[in-house]
T-cell receptor, first 116, second 115 residues
Framework: DTAVSQTPKYLVTQMGNDKSIKCEQNLGHDTMYWYKQDSKKFLKIMFSYNNKELIINETVPNRFSPKSPDKAHLNLHINSLELGDSAVYFC???????????????FGPGTRLTVL | GEDVEQSLFLSVREGDSSVINCTYTDSSSTYLYWYKQEPGAGLQLLTYIFSNMDMKQDQRLTVLLNKKDKHLSLRIADTQTGDSAIYFCAESINQVRDSNYQLIWGAGTKLIIKP
């Protein structure tokens, strides 16, 4: 069974469009994350979210917004897509809350977003 | 600021040992992780080590931590073609401003296996 899943795996769209990437985890974890991996493979955290708080990396444009319908899901909405948004986006989850250093993150397979 | 550095490439012969190195700057790191990313795939947790440990072994994997030098290494014994991947080092640090922990990632080391 897949622990952390994302859909779609590939997303190709035009500049200016609005799109969403879905993430689901069946691990019963409390915290979920979104990461962006650029073409040079650098990984940067975008959001950390649990039922208590949302932490936003201050470098993330406000065109990006996470939406959590329930504890098992954290979707990423992107408005007015730009060329520079092309990247692989990874969802992750961890058992505890963000105040624990022991919290291991488990990653989804990634969504490759291409903006034309 | 916090920084994690790795060499971008490592090339080894099949059957040899691979040693992937990582240095970090934040001395308050509590856990350090190694993740593996195969081509076109997601990130898979390989192993992790607590900062008060010097070594951790798990089958073909050996993690060595030199906390004084802030140096972490991952040794893969008897490297196989299936080990071809990018290996990411990450440290868990406390974000003092809000008391939450965050992973700081290295750029990844691409392991190339020669026949």
């Amino acid at each position: 069974d897949t622990a952390v899943s994302q859909t779609p795996k590939y997303l190709v769209t035009q500049m200016g469009n609005d799109k969403s990437i879905k993430c689901e985890q069946n691990l019963g974890h409390d915290t979920m994350y979104w990461y962006k991996q650029d073409s040079k493979k650098f990984l940067k955290i975008m959001f950390s979210y649990n039922n208590k708080e949302l932490i936003i990396n201050e470098t993330v444009p406000n065109r990006f917004s996470p939406k959590s319908p329930d504890k098992a899901h954290l979707n990423l909405h992107i408005n007015s897509l730009e060329l520079g948004d092309s990247a692989v986006y990874f969802c992750a989850s961890s058992q505890g809350d963000m105040s624990s250093s022991t919290d291991t993150q488990y990653f989804g397979p990634g969504t490759r977003l291409t903006v034309l | 600021g916090e920084d994690v550095e790795q060499s971008l490439f490592l090339s080894v012969r099949e059957g040899d040992s691979s040693v992937i190195n990582c240095t970090y700057t934040d001395s308050s790191s509590t856990y350090l992780y190694w993740y593996k990313q195969e081509p076109g795939a997601g990130l898979q947790l390989l192993t992790y080590i607590f900062s008060n440990m010097d070594m951790k072994q798990d089958q073909r994997l050996t993690v060595l931590l030199n906390k004084k030098d802030k140096h972490l290494s991952l040794r893969i014994a008897d490297t196989q073609t299936g080990d071809s991947a990018i290996y990411f080092c990450a440290e868990s640090i406390n974000q003092v401003r809000d008391s939450n922990y965050q992973l700081i990632w290295g750029a990844g080391t691409k392991l190339i296996i020669k026949p």
